[in-house]
C-alpha cells in the first residue's frame, strides 16, 4: 500500500486560509469515507483534528475542515493563526489496513 | 483523563527481539481497537498494525508481517507489539493510539533504534 500523496509544503499569513491535498486510489480514499486528518507539532504526538472526512472532534476550531471528491480528500485551514504551523498528515482506510499520507507543513507566514 | 502511555523502546541488535507495550487508563479498554503507528526519524507516519476490541483480529502492514506480533492483556489495560528480527529500517518512534477508522488519542511515543 503506497502512502498517499500530499504536497510537502503550504503557506499563508495570519487571517489567510490553506487547503491541503491528500491523494489516493480506488483502493482507499475513492472507497471509503474513513478519511482522518492529524496536525504534529515537533517533538509532539500527532493529534486527530478530522475524521470521517469531513468531521470534527470536541475541541477542534472550526477553523479546521475536510472534504473529499473522488479519490482526493482535502483539508482546509481558515483564519490562519501562528499556533497552525505544524505538520499535516491524512489517513485513509483501506480495507485491511490503513495508509497515511506523507505529509504537508503548513508555514504561518 | 484518556491516556496512553508507551514504553519499552530502546537500542536493539539487527535480528534479535524486543517487546513495546501501551498501557492505557481513562476509559475501558476492552471496548477499543489499538493502533501501532511508527515515524522514522524526519519522516512521515506509517501504520504498522490493528488489534480489535477483544484481540481476536489482528492486521499488519506488509512491511512487519510475519516479523512484528501485536496483541494485548484486557485484565492489564495494556498493548504490546513483539518485534522480532527488527532491520535498521525499523528504526522509529512508535507510537499507540486508540481507535479503529480514526485514532484518538496517541501516546507520547517510544524510541526504538535498531543498530549493531
Known amino acids: 500500500q503506497s502512502a498517499l500523496t500530499q504536497p510537502r509544503s503550504v503557506s499563508g499569513s495570519p487571517g489567510q486560509s490553506v487547503t491541503i491535498s491528500c491523494t489516493g486510489t480506488?483502493?482507499?480514499?475513492?472507497?471509503?469515507?474513513?478519511v482522518s486528518w492529524y496536525q504534529q507539532h515537533p517533538g509532539k504526538a500527532p493529534k486527530l483534528i478530522i475524521y470521517?472526512?469531513?468531521q470534527r472532534p470536541s475541541g477542534v476550531p472550526d477553523r479546521f475542515s475536510g472534504s473529499k471528491s473522488g479519490s482526493t480528500a482535502s483539508l482546509t485551514i481558515s483564519r490562519l493563526q501562528a499556533e497552525d504551523e505544524a505538520d499535516y498528515f491524512c489517513?485513509?482506510?483501506?480495507?485491511?489496513?490503513?495508509?497515511f499520507g506523507t505529509g504537508t507543513w503548513v508555514t504561518v507566514l | 483523563q484518556v491516556q496512553l502511555v508507551e514504553s519499552g523502546g530502546g537500542v536493539v541488535q539487527p535480528g534479535k527481539s524486543l517487546r513495546l507495550s501501551c498501557a492505557a487508563s481513562?476509559?475501558?479498554?476492552?471496548?477499543?481497537?489499538i493502533h501501532w503507528v511508527r515515524q522514522a526519524p524526519g519522516k512521515g507516519l506509517e501504520w504498522v498494525a490493528l488489534?480489535?476490541?477483544?484481540?481476536?483480529?489482528?492486521y499488519y502492514a506488509e512491511s512487519v508481517k510475519g516479523r512484528f506480533t501485536i496483541s494485548r492483556d484486557n485484565s492489564k489495560s495494556t498493548l504490546y507489539l513483539q518485534m522480532n528480527s527488527p532491520r535498521p529500517d525499523d528504526t522509529a518512534v512508535y507510537y499507540c493510539?486508540?481507535?479503529?477508522?480514526?485514532?484518538?488519542?496517541w501516546g507520547q511515543g517510544t524510541l526504538v533504534t535498531v543498530s549493531s
Open positions: 470521517d472526512v469531513s
Open positions: 493510539a486508540r481507535g479503529y477508522n480514526w485514532l484518538d488519542p
Open positions: 480506488n483502493s482507499d480514499i475513492g472507497i471509503y469515507n474513513y
Open positions: 489517513c485513509s482506510f483501506a480495507g485491511t489496513s490503513y495508509v
Open positions: 488489534i480489535s476490541y477483544d484481540g481476536t483480529k489482528t
Open positions: 481513562g476509559f475501558t479498554f476492552s471496548n477499543y481497537g
